[in-house]
């Protein structure tokens, strides 16, 4: 099984800059998209970022110009970059690993979320 290990949350103040990052780890084969969500309380989650295994990415219209989502793809890590955070982002911050790994020696499709981490933006 894939298990994914998040971190790089906390309390900042507006204006300044966090990184997340989210490794997988496990019997992974390949990995196609990873990407992180954000949630607040009696709200949905929500896309942040999204990057492919082509290195393609796509942002929510509410990040960009400030968010950053890159890959190390030798680490399976996905980061995400986070300036000029506002107080709208304070959230539970989840990333997700969509790709294919080996179970009982046969290739299985997975798709699995992190434990989630804080974000806070507040002075």
């Known amino acids: 099984q894939v298990q994914l290990v998040e971190s790089g949350g906390g309390l900042v103040q507006p204006g300044g800059s966090l990184r997340l990052s989210c490794a997988a780890s496990?019997?992974?084969?390949?990995?196609?998209?990873m990407r992180w969500d954000r949630q607040v309380p009696g709200k949905q989650r929500e896309l942040v970022a999204v990057?492919?295994?082509?290195?393609?990415?796509n942002y929510a219209d509410s990040v960009k110009g400030r968010f950053t989502i890159s890959r190390d793809n030798a680490k399976n890590t996905v980061y995400l970059q986070m300036n000029s955070l506002k107080p709208e982002d304070t959230a539970a911050y989840y990333c997700?690993?969509?790709?294919?790994?080996?179970?009982?020696?046969?290739?299985?499709?997975?798709?699995?979320w992190g434990q989630g981490t804080q974000v806070t933006v507040s002075s």
């Open positions: 997700n690993v969509i790709g294919v790994e080996r179970r009982a020696g046969a290739p299985s499709s997975f798709n699995y």
């Open positions: 496990g019997n992974i084969f390949s990995i196609i998209a």
């Open positions: 990057i492919t295994n082509t290195g393609n990415t």
